[in-house]
Protein backbone atom coordinates (compact mmCIF):
# COMPACT_ATOMS: atom_id res chain seq x y z
CA UNK A 1 0.00 0.00 0.00
CA UNK A 2 1.72 3.60 -1.05
CA UNK A 3 1.63 5.81 2.02
CA UNK A 4 -0.61 8.18 1.03
CA UNK A 5 -3.09 5.28 1.59
CA UNK A 6 -1.91 4.12 5.03
CA UNK A 7 -4.98 5.54 6.78
CA UNK A 8 -7.15 6.46 3.78
CA UNK A 9 -10.12 5.12 6.27
CA UNK A 10 -9.43 8.31 8.41
CA UNK A 11 -9.96 10.37 5.30
CA UNK A 12 -13.29 9.32 4.13
CA UNK A 13 -15.02 8.89 7.41
CA UNK A 14 -14.08 12.43 7.33
CA UNK A 15 -15.66 12.87 4.02
CA UNK A 16 -18.83 15.21 3.92
CA UNK A 17 -21.55 14.33 2.18
CA UNK A 18 -21.28 16.17 -0.92
CA UNK A 19 -17.58 14.95 -1.09
CA UNK A 20 -19.40 11.58 -1.07
CA UNK A 21 -22.07 12.57 -3.65
CA UNK A 22 -19.44 13.88 -6.01
CA UNK A 23 -17.01 10.36 -6.29
CA UNK A 24 -19.34 9.59 -9.05
CA UNK A 25 -20.81 12.98 -10.47
CA UNK A 26 -18.71 12.22 -13.68
CA UNK A 27 -18.69 8.59 -14.13
CA UNK A 28 -18.86 7.68 -17.78
CA UNK A 29 -22.07 6.78 -19.32
CA UNK A 30 -21.10 4.37 -20.93
CA UNK A 31 -19.75 1.52 -18.43
CA UNK A 32 -22.99 2.50 -16.40
CA UNK A 33 -26.05 0.07 -16.27
CA UNK A 34 -29.59 1.02 -17.82
CA UNK A 35 -31.97 1.89 -15.45
CA UNK A 36 -34.24 -0.84 -16.97
CA UNK A 37 -31.71 -3.55 -15.67
CA UNK A 38 -31.57 -2.04 -12.35
CA UNK A 39 -32.20 -4.42 -9.98
CA UNK A 40 -35.29 -3.56 -7.27
CA UNK A 41 -33.87 -1.85 -4.12
CA UNK A 42 -35.37 -3.13 -0.82
CA UNK A 43 -35.95 -0.35 1.85
CA UNK A 44 -34.69 0.77 4.26
CA UNK A 45 -31.14 0.88 2.68
CA UNK A 46 -29.04 2.04 5.16
CA UNK A 47 -30.03 -0.91 7.27
CA UNK A 48 -27.88 -3.56 5.28
CA UNK A 49 -24.40 -3.22 4.01
CA UNK A 50 -24.24 -6.02 2.06
CA UNK A 51 -27.90 -5.96 0.63
CA UNK A 52 -26.96 -2.60 -0.40
CA UNK A 53 -23.86 -3.99 -1.93
CA UNK A 54 -25.30 -6.09 -4.14
CA UNK A 55 -27.95 -3.85 -5.77
CA UNK A 56 -24.98 -1.78 -6.62
CA UNK A 57 -24.47 -3.66 -10.17
CA UNK A 58 -26.87 -4.84 -12.99
CA UNK A 59 -27.07 -7.98 -14.57
CA UNK A 60 -24.32 -6.96 -17.11
CA UNK A 61 -21.81 -6.31 -14.11
CA UNK A 62 -22.47 -2.49 -14.99
CA UNK A 63 -21.90 -0.04 -11.82
CA UNK A 64 -25.12 2.17 -10.84
CA UNK A 65 -23.70 5.39 -9.54
CA UNK A 66 -26.74 6.31 -7.58
CA UNK A 67 -26.45 2.93 -5.80
CA UNK A 68 -22.30 3.20 -5.09
CA UNK A 69 -23.65 6.63 -3.49
CA UNK A 70 -25.75 5.31 -1.43
CA UNK A 71 -23.87 2.41 -0.26
CA UNK A 72 -20.65 4.48 0.65
CA UNK A 73 -22.62 7.18 2.92
CA UNK A 74 -24.02 3.65 4.72
CA UNK A 75 -20.48 2.57 4.27
CA UNK A 76 -18.74 5.99 6.12
CA UNK A 77 -21.55 5.08 8.75
CA UNK A 78 -20.43 1.71 9.70
CA UNK A 79 -17.38 2.99 9.26
CA UNK A 80 -17.26 5.70 12.16
CA UNK A 81 -19.00 3.25 14.59
CA UNK A 82 -16.23 0.80 13.93
CA UNK A 83 -14.09 4.15 15.01
CA UNK A 84 -16.21 5.45 17.48
CA UNK A 85 -16.27 1.99 19.18
CA UNK A 86 -12.25 1.67 19.00
CA UNK A 87 -12.07 5.26 20.43
CA UNK A 88 -14.38 4.66 23.47
CA UNK A 89 -12.65 0.99 24.17
CA UNK A 90 -9.17 1.49 23.60
CA UNK A 91 -9.44 -1.79 21.73
CA UNK A 92 -11.31 -3.58 19.08
CA UNK A 93 -14.61 -4.28 19.39
CA UNK A 94 -16.25 -7.61 17.28
CA UNK A 95 -19.40 -6.10 15.69
CA UNK A 96 -21.58 -6.25 12.38
CA UNK A 97 -19.77 -3.71 10.68
CA UNK A 98 -16.60 -4.97 11.12
CA UNK A 99 -17.25 -8.34 10.57
CA UNK A 100 -18.70 -7.40 7.18
CA UNK A 101 -15.49 -5.45 6.47
CA UNK A 102 -13.42 -8.69 7.05
CA UNK A 103 -15.66 -10.25 4.91
CA UNK A 104 -14.85 -7.88 2.05
CA UNK A 105 -11.51 -8.25 2.53
CA UNK A 106 -11.26 -11.91 2.59
CA UNK A 107 -12.69 -11.60 -1.22
CA UNK A 108 -9.80 -10.13 -2.61
CA UNK A 109 -5.94 -11.34 -3.16
CA UNK A 110 -2.92 -9.49 -3.65
CA UNK A 111 -0.39 -9.97 -6.52
CA UNK A 112 2.63 -8.40 -7.68
CA UNK A 113 4.48 -7.49 -10.71
CA UNK A 114 7.35 -5.31 -11.99
CA UNK A 115 6.32 -3.13 -14.59
CA UNK A 116 9.05 -0.20 -15.84
CA UNK A 117 11.67 -1.02 -13.41
CA UNK A 118 9.21 -0.63 -10.68
CA UNK A 119 7.22 -3.70 -8.33
CA UNK A 120 3.22 -3.05 -8.81
CA UNK A 121 0.36 -4.26 -6.70
CA UNK A 122 -2.37 -6.14 -7.97
CA UNK A 123 -5.51 -6.62 -6.67
CA UNK A 124 -7.16 -9.58 -7.54
CA UNK A 125 -10.29 -11.55 -6.72
CA UNK A 126 -9.88 -14.42 -4.93
CA UNK A 127 -10.81 -17.36 -7.16
CA UNK A 128 -12.41 -19.37 -4.72
CA UNK A 129 -14.78 -16.82 -4.55
CA UNK A 130 -15.76 -15.89 -7.94
CA UNK A 131 -19.34 -15.68 -7.49
CA UNK A 132 -19.49 -12.76 -5.33
CA UNK A 133 -19.16 -9.18 -5.68
CA UNK A 134 -15.90 -8.54 -5.40
CA UNK A 135 -14.46 -4.34 -4.00
CA UNK A 136 -13.59 -2.59 -7.15
CA UNK A 137 -13.85 1.14 -6.24
CA UNK A 138 -10.69 2.77 -5.45
CA UNK A 139 -12.33 4.35 -1.84
CA UNK A 140 -13.59 0.90 -0.80
CA UNK A 141 -10.83 -1.03 -1.30
CA UNK A 142 -8.47 1.16 0.74
CA UNK A 143 -11.12 2.14 2.97
CA UNK A 144 -11.08 -1.86 4.09
CA UNK A 145 -7.25 -2.37 4.23
CA UNK A 146 -6.07 0.39 5.60
CA UNK A 147 -8.62 -0.04 7.94
CA UNK A 148 -7.67 -3.36 8.61
CA UNK A 149 -3.93 -2.63 8.40
CA UNK A 150 -4.58 -0.04 11.29
CA UNK A 151 -6.65 -2.35 13.85
CA UNK A 152 -3.86 -5.13 13.45
CA UNK A 153 -0.58 -2.96 13.63
CA UNK A 154 -1.44 0.32 14.84
CA UNK A 155 -1.25 2.11 17.98
CA UNK A 156 -4.88 2.33 18.57
CA UNK A 157 -4.33 4.92 21.56
CA UNK A 158 -3.37 7.37 18.53
CA UNK A 159 -7.04 7.31 17.10
CA UNK A 160 -8.56 10.47 17.83
CA UNK A 161 -11.89 12.59 17.42
CA UNK A 162 -11.30 16.34 17.82
CA UNK A 163 -13.47 17.75 19.94
CA UNK A 164 -14.03 21.02 18.01
CA UNK A 165 -14.06 19.71 14.24
CA UNK A 166 -15.63 16.48 15.07
CA UNK A 167 -12.67 14.86 12.51
CA UNK A 168 -11.03 11.53 12.70
CA UNK A 169 -7.29 12.12 13.12
CA UNK A 170 -4.01 9.88 14.10
CA UNK A 171 -2.32 11.72 17.10
CA UNK A 172 1.21 12.07 17.30
CA UNK A 173 0.92 11.83 21.06
CA UNK A 174 -1.37 9.23 22.89
CA UNK A 175 -2.48 12.27 25.40
CA UNK A 176 -3.12 14.34 22.37
CA UNK A 177 -7.25 15.41 22.18
CA UNK A 178 -6.65 18.28 19.72
CA UNK A 179 -6.50 17.37 15.80
CA UNK A 180 -3.70 19.91 14.52
CA UNK A 181 -6.00 22.03 12.41
CA UNK A 182 -5.28 25.80 13.19
CA UNK A 183 -8.90 26.39 13.86
CA UNK A 184 -9.60 24.15 16.45
CA UNK A 185 -6.03 24.57 18.24
CA UNK A 186 -6.92 28.39 18.39
CA UNK A 187 -10.86 27.23 19.81
CA UNK A 188 -9.10 25.03 22.12
CA UNK A 189 -6.82 27.88 23.57
CA UNK A 190 -9.62 30.01 24.00
CA UNK A 191 -11.66 27.81 25.76
CA UNK A 192 -8.68 27.00 27.54
CA UNK A 193 -8.17 30.63 28.92
CA UNK A 194 -11.96 31.29 29.49
CA UNK A 195 -11.80 28.24 31.69
CA UNK A 196 -8.53 29.28 33.71
CA UNK A 197 -10.79 32.98 33.86
CA UNK A 198 -13.69 31.17 35.24
CA UNK A 199 -11.46 29.37 37.86
CA UNK A 200 -9.10 31.56 39.02
CA UNK A 201 -10.16 35.58 38.04
CA UNK A 202 -7.39 36.83 39.98
CA UNK A 203 -4.67 35.67 38.53
CA UNK A 204 -6.00 35.69 34.92
CA UNK A 205 -8.11 38.55 34.42
Request: proline fraction near 5%; charge should be positive; include cysteine.
Amino acid sequence: MHLKDKFYFIEFANHTAKHIEKMYEDFPEEIVDEPNNWPELAKPVQANLESLLWVCRGPNMCLIPERMILFAKSFQKSLRIILDKVIADGKVIESEELNFIVNLQQRLITKYEFANGQLIEKTMPNPDDEHMIMITPGWLKYSCRSLLDYLCEGNLKQLKRCPYCNKYFIAKDAKRKICYEKKCLNNYHSSDMKKRRDTNPVKYC
